[in-house]
């Protein structure tokens, strides 16, 4: 395929995408290890709640198991460990609300007594 039908193919689908909910369904971008569940589902909200996950997810790949979020395959302090499982919680009530929050969240960690 030729960069420009590439290009073009990139334009094409971001024509399509609406960032305020899932309109791609399963298709919905995004790398399979750091997306979120609503990123799965055709309709759902996608918004600073998904971003968390997000996050929390890269986080760890970074520092944990990858897709496994259990505190055995955990690279760092407890207390991060918390900040970031609460991060990617399947269900989005129980999320922090925004990247702010969750950054907020990471921090005070940082600085808590490790456990």
Known sequence: MSNI???????????????????????????KRSKS?????????????SNV????????????????????KWEANQNLFQVARKAVEKERDKRYSSIKEFYHAWKVALKQKFL
Not at 14 to 25: H, I, P, R, T, Y
Not at 37 to 49: A, H, Q, V
């Open 5 to 31: 039908k590439k290009v073009n193919s990139v334009k094409v689908m971001m024509d399509k995408v609406n960032f305020e909910s899932n309109n791609l369904g399963e298709n919905f971008w995004g790398a």
């Open 37 to 49: 569940p609503e990123e799965y589902k055709l309709g759902s909200p996608i918004d600073s709640k």
């Open 53 to 72: 996950y997000n996050i929390g997810a890269i986080i760890f790949g970074l520092l944990g198991g990858e897709m496994d979020h259990s505190l055995s």
